[in-house]
């Protein structure tokens, strides 16, 4: 099974654009850290490529405000072997 959950801060996102189809994407950066340390033996910091396609692109996404994302990881392109997480539900996280 193919599924990510991941909490993480929005550290950049682009501009709302359209397919030739008319379906709205949006590409964004999230930003994780572990800061627990409780669970791993070393401290994990990473930023992952993710995109929100369809309705909720709608859905308000702020720079610097945690979220809790649900989705799944495939390749960017048939011809690439780079990671993008593909975002199909998100709620903000309190701090």
Do not use: C, W
Request: glycine share 4%; aromatic share 12%.
């Amino acid at each position: 099974m193919n599924e990510l959950v991941l909490v993480g801060a929005v550290s950049s996102l682009d501009d709302i654009r359209y397919t030739p189809a008319n379906v709205p994407i949006r590409n964004l950066t999230i930003h994780f850290e572990d800061l627990s340390k409780k669970i791993f033996f070393k401290f994990v910091e990473f930023e992952i490529n993710a995109v929100v396609i369809g309705d909720l692109v709608k859905e308000d996404l702020t720079i610097n405000e945690t979220y809790q994302f649900r989705g799944f990881l495939d390749r960017k392109s048939k011809k690439s072997n780079q990671l993008l997480f593909n975002i199909q539900e998100f709620k903000l996280r309190s701090k």
